[in-house]
């Protein structure tokens, strides 16, 4: 089984792990890809935060085309923007630019359903191995008794940033998960901790402004 980026392993949380039905809406979808896209990089040190502004460290790609697009974006700025202002930016269309590169790799097909006057675009997963891992790996970061690794840490507490607030249920409700994810986030590394805020900081804008497509 291919290693999954944190951006791979939130699209399956983002979606029924057996229909490939989406369990979020259009923006927090966008809202967690541009996050957890952002934390793939600044984990493999090709970028890092400082004063709440992203800095490349690296002109080396992942060879993953997502991930890739965004460097590529980054390193292409004079300018340094802040955490949320690329998460803004990101958020508009990188979640169909991860869907595309997983129906690339031959991860999951790609299905559409019409439901009133609505097209739903749902993402079937080929391998149930795959598609299961996202969500058991979160959840070991969150109930497991061993010290969990940075992209388990991350991919949980995205999920949870984004909306996806029963990842651990029946074990833990969501009072449980708010107060792990409020204690992990104040012992996370401070880049890793403003990149987290960062993503945070659009969900809540998103919500005080309506835009909840």
Known sequence: MRRLTLVDSLFFLAHDEFTGKPALRRTGLGIGMAGSALCDLLLAERITVEGKRIRPLSRARLAHPALDRVFSEIRG??????VREWVDHLRQDLGEKVADNLLAAGVVSRETDRVLMRKIRRYPPRDLLMSTAARSKARSAVLGTERPDPHSVCLALLAWTVGLD??????????????????????????LADLITGVDAVCAAVVYTGDRR
């Open 77 to 82: 700025e004079n300018e340094r923007h802040t």
């Open 166 to 191: 029963d990842l651990c249920e029946p074990e833990l409700d969501r009072a449980g998960l708010r107060s792990w994810a409020e204690t992990t986030h104040r012992e996370l590394p401070r880049a």
